[in-house]
């Protein structure tokens, strides 16, 4: 008797542990290295946020066919050696089926190889990695860098009298790629880049690269780059008696609020379309954008949409993904991410292929600026 009790109870056992198995198998896994703290937390805090809104809004009506959805998130701490670390953890000891992460591009590179080894697909804030075989695996919701650059010189083109520009950018990846983009198609608007300077994240002060700039004859600042450098760069202006207009980089709202009560009419920024919502014309954007705005302010109230809404995009892609295949394995999820097309998400149309992983491909950016606490389209 006592024998078969035994062997009753570890049956039972076993069935549990499988039933646990089980459930732990029905939960699909997206992972996340963000920068929640250093020079990226407000941007990368916010997309993470998007991702668990989205989330939770699928989760609601029963997950991904029928399977529910689990975020896992790791502070990579803005730096690419750490988000090495928390990639291979996430990988290893956390068992995510996808990553959704966050704006760190140097350290999304630097794990990339290893990501892509695992077969695990990554839908990314950064751009794309560099070597072709880890592009396979990667896919971005950011537009092309261009695009920033673009739209601030159409801005001064067409609404002022400046025609030298200095550009002010930090050493990131992104950063640099829109430095490179800057000086080759400024002629192509009628501008001249006069000064060219670099600074780091930690600078406290940006006086020296500033009347660098001034001295070359520069009419207006194009800053590249994400942080409390911002703030700083007004200030210095402020101090050095400067004329010059500043324009930024795409940036959470928290940031370009205090910039704004410094340097007032002379600050200007690139928005995306979430962050100039109600000024946005009607139509499918309008339509995506508020979608997402629902849930996103009953949680969150009016806090900065944008880097937000594009988390809740890649959340979206990847249910997509998985429906249009009817599968939640990574190469099958990868390779009908491939397949999308057409898909109406929060910073514009996403137009997917084998040989373009980088989505949109029509510019959804305009130049805005903060005027009596309001944000508006600059005029």
């Not at 809740?312 to 009817?326: C, N, R, V």
Request: aromatic share 8%; charged share 20%; net charge negative.
């Amino acid at each position: 008797m006592f024998h078969m009790r035994n062997q009753f109870f570890a049956g039972m056992v076993s069935v549990l542990a499988m039933a646990g198995a089980a459930q732990a198998e029905d939960i699909y896994k997206i992972g996340i290295s963000a920068g929640l703290t250093g020079y990226a937390a407000t941007v990368d805090r916010a997309w993470s946020d998007g991702v668990q809104t989205a989330v939770d809004v699928l989760n609601a009506k029963g997950g991904i066919m029928g399977r529910k959805l689990e975020v896992v998130v790791e502070d990579n701490r803005s730096n690419p050696q750490e988000a090495v670390t928390v990639y291979r953890k996430m990988v290893s000891s956390d068992g995510v089926n996808i990553f959704s992460s966050g704006c760190v591009s140097a350290g999304n590179a630097a794990a990339a190889p290893m990501v892509a080894k695992s077969e695990i697909p990554m839908i990314l804030c950064s751009i794309l990695p560099k070597q072709e075989r880890d592009v396979v695996w990667a896919f971005t919701t950011l537009p092309p860098a261009g695009f920033e650059i673009e739209k601030r010189f159409e801005y001064l083109r067409d609404k002022t009298q400046i025609r030298k520009v200095g550009v002010l950018h930090d050493p990131t990846p992104y950063a640099l790629l829109q430095k490179d983009v800057a000086e080759k198609v400024a002629e192509k608007f009628g501008i001249e880049v006069v000064a060219v300077e670099a600074y780091k994240q930690d600078d406290a002060d940006l006086s020296v690269q500033l009347s660098k700039m001034q001295a070359a004859g520069a009419g207006a600042v194009m800053k590249i780059g994400l942080g409390g450098t911002t703030l700083t760069a007004a200030k210095n202006l402020k101090q050095l008696g400067s004329d010059m207009l500043l324009l930024t980089s795409l940036e959470d709202l928290a940031v370009f609020k205090p910039v704004a009560e410094v340097l007032g009419d002379k600050f200007f920024f690139v928005a995306s379309p979430s962050q100039v919502f109600e000024a946005y014309p009607d139509g499918p954007l309008k339509q995506a954008i508020g979608q997402f705005l629902q849930p996103w302010r009953e949680k969150f109230g009016d806090r900065d949409p944008n880097w937000a809404s594009r988390g809740w995009d890649s959340i979206m892609l990847t249910a997509a993904a998985i429906e249009k295949g009817q599968s939640f394995e990574g190469p099958a999820v990868r390779e009908n991410l491939e397949k999308i097309t057409g898909f109406q998400g929060t910073t514009g149309t996403y137009d997917f292929a084998p040989d373009k992983h980088q989505g949109i491909s029509t510019n959804p950016f305009v130049v805005a600026q903060i005027i009596d606490g309001q944000v508006r389209i600059a005029q």
